[in-house]
T-cell receptor, first 119, second 113 residues
Framework: KAGVTQTPRYLIKTRGQQVTLSCSPI?????VSWYQQTPGQGLQFLFEYFSETQRNKGNFPGRFSGRQFSNSRSEMNVSTLELGDSALYLC??????????????????FGQGTRLTVV | SQQGEEDPQALSIQEGENATMNCSYKTSINNLQWYRQNSGRGLVHLIL?????REKHSGRLRVTLDTSKKSSSLLITASRAADTASYFCATVSPSGSARQLTFGSGTQLTVLP
C-alpha cells in the first residue's frame, strides 16, 4: 500500500500570500488530520476531517482552514501568511472513525510533511 | 498546547547500550503512543499502550505506563546507529478522537557507532 503523500515537499512564500497544501491518505483511510511542527511550539494539532466534515479543530486562527474531498484527499489553506507560519506541516491518516471505544485505539500514519518557509 | 514534557531533551549513547526516555502528561488519557521522527521528516508510529495497560513490548521496544503518576517511559534495548532520531510521546484524551494526538516536547536520541 502506498503511504500518505503530501505535496509539495517544500514551499517558499512571501508574507501576505496564501498557500494550499495537499494530502492524499492511505487508500481506505477516511480520516485525515493536520499538524504544525515548529521549533518553538513543537507538534500542534490543527484539525481533523472525516467524511468531508471537520470533526476537531485545534487552537489556531481562522487563517488556517482545510477541506476534505469525497475521495478522502485533503487540503489545508493558510491565508495572509505570517513569518510565524514557517513550519513543517504534517498530515496523518487513520483507518477507521471512532465509532466504538475499541475503534478509537488506532495509530496515525504520517506523511513526510511540507516544509513551508515564509519570507 | 503540548500535553507534557519528555526527558531528557537530548540523549547520547554508544551503540549496544540501552536508551530510556520518559514522558509526563497532565490530563487523563485513553491511550498513549510513541512516535519516531528522523531529521525533520514524517513521524513513524512505534507503539500504543492503552490506559488500562501497564507494560507493552514490541521487538527491542518496551513501554511502561503509570497513570497514577501520569507518566510513561520508552526503553530501546541494544541501540543501533539507525535508532538516531527524535522520539515523541503522544496522548489521546478519554473523550477525544484517536486522530487528535497531543504531543510531548520530544527527546533527541543520538546513537554513536
Amino acid at each position: 500500500k502506498a503511504g500518505v503523500t503530501q505535496t509539495p515537499r517544500y514551499l517558499i512564500k512571501t508574507r501576505g500570500q496564501q498557500v494550499t497544501l495537499s494530502c492524499s491518505p492511505i487508500s481506505g483511510h477516511r480520516s485525515v488530520s493536520w499538524y504544525q511542527q515548529t521549533p518553538g511550539q513543537g507538534l500542534q494539532f490543527l484539525f481533523e476531517y472525516f467524511s468531508e466534515t471537520q470533526r476537531n479543530k485545534g487552537n489556531f486562527p481562522g487563517r488556517f482552514s482545510g477541506r476534505q474531498f469525497s475521495n478522502s484527499r485533503s487540503e489545508m489553506n493558510v491565508s495572509t501568511l505570517e513569518l510565524g507560519d514557517s513550519a513543517l506541516y504534517l498530515c496523518a491518516s487513520s483507518p477507521v472513525p471512532g465509532q466504538g471505544i475499541g475503534l478509537w485505539w488506532t495509530e496515525a500514519f504520517f506523511g513526510q510533511g511540507t516544509r513551508l518557509t515564509v519570507v | 498546547s503540548q500535553q507534557g514534557e519528555e526527558d531528557p531533551q537530548a540523549l547520547s549513547i554508544q551503540e549496544g547500550e540501552n536508551a530510556t526516555m520518559n514522558c509526563s502528561y497532565k490530563t487523563s488519557i485513553n491511550n498513549l503512543q510513541w512516535y519516531r521522527q528522523n531529521s525533520g521528516r514524517g513521524l513513524v508510529h512505534l507503539i500504543l499502550i492503552r490506559s488500562n495497560e501497564r507494560e507493552k513490548h514490541s521487538g527491542r521496544l518496551r513501554v511502561t505506563l503509570d497513570t497514577s503518576k501520569k507518566s510513561s517511559s520508552l526503553l530501546i534495548t541494544a541501540s543501533r546507529a539507525a535508532d538516531t532520531a527524535s522520539y515523541f510521546c503522544a496522548t489521546v484524551s478519554p473523550s477525544g478522537s484517536a486522530r487528535q494526538l497531543t504531543f510531548g516536547s520530544g527527546t533527541q536520541l543520538t546513537v554513536l557507532p
